[in-house]
């Protein structure tokens, strides 16, 4: 069935050096990849996304890449800081009228001093 | 803060009994999206409501149930609770006609089964 996995469960980095969070993906036929960030006791807080039919996408410290070939989607933040420790979900929508979210289980980030 | 708010905050009920959770939408927001998420698990889709109707729904059974009020505020029902139904259960509101990605969460309700 349709799924969205993650590489790693744990990630540690130190403060300023860049994260790379990596996710596969099964479904071919989503329409957009989605990135959200979630802290202890929050909900999920939308980063960054990428419509199927680009590679690469930037934002403000982060930037997503997908590769379709080998559907994998990564989310790179530059000079990782404290504030960015949490758990890190790729998500994909759905194809139905709901456009639901489909998650993957997720990494938590650690960013050392 | 997203704007989306969601009742009670924890809750904790016995095998059994039944369950309602609350969830008031971002303003101007009609489309109410609700998921589970277990302990160290992603989300899980279980239905959206838009204009008050059911519009899709996940891989769970009838006994999760919701509906949608005029003000687009939503309920979430289980009844019958599990042990498994313990989770933090999300909702989240967004505009149709925009992509997913506009989704915003709320902070979700802690559900302990017992």
């Known amino acids: 069935g349709e799924s969205v996995g993650l590489h790693l469960p744990t990630l540690s980095v130190q403060e300023g050096d860049n994260s790379i969070i990596n996710c596969a993906y099964s479904?071919?036929?989503?329409?957009?990849f989605i990135w959200y960030k979630q802290e202890s006791g929050k909900g999920p807080q939308f980063i960054i996304d990428?419509?199927?039919?680009?590679d690469k996408r930037q934002g403000q410290r982060v930037t997503v890449l997908l590769n379709k070939t080998v559907k994998h989607l990564s989310l790179q933040i530059a000079a990782t800081q404290p504030g960015d420790s949490a758990v890190y979900f790729c998500a994909e929508t759905g194809s139905g009228s709901a456009r639901q979210l489909t998650f993957g289980s997720g990494t938590q980030l650690t960013v050392l001093p | 803060e997203t704007g989306v708010t969601q009742s009670p905050t924890h809750l904790i009920k016995t095998r059994g009994q039944q369950v309602t959770l609350r969830c008031s939408s971002q303003?101007?927001?009609?489309?109410v999206s609700w998921y589970q998420q277990a302990l160290g698990q992603g989300p899980q889709f279980i239905f959206q409501?838009?204009?008050?109707?059911?519009?899709g729904r996940g891989n769970f059974p009838p006994r999760f149930s919701g509906l949608q009020f005029p003000n687009y505020s939503s309920e979430l029902n289980v009844n019958a609770l599990e042990l498994d139904d313990s989770a933090l259960y999300l909702c989240a509101s967004s505009v149709p006609g925009q992509k997913s990605t506009e989704a915003f969460f709320g902070q979700g309700t802690r559900l302990t089964v017992v």
């Open positions: 990428i419509r199927s039919n680009m």
């Open positions: 409501y838009y204009r008050e109707e059911e519009n």
């Open positions: 479904n071919s036929a989503s329409d957009y």
């Open positions: 303003s101007g927001h009609n489309t």
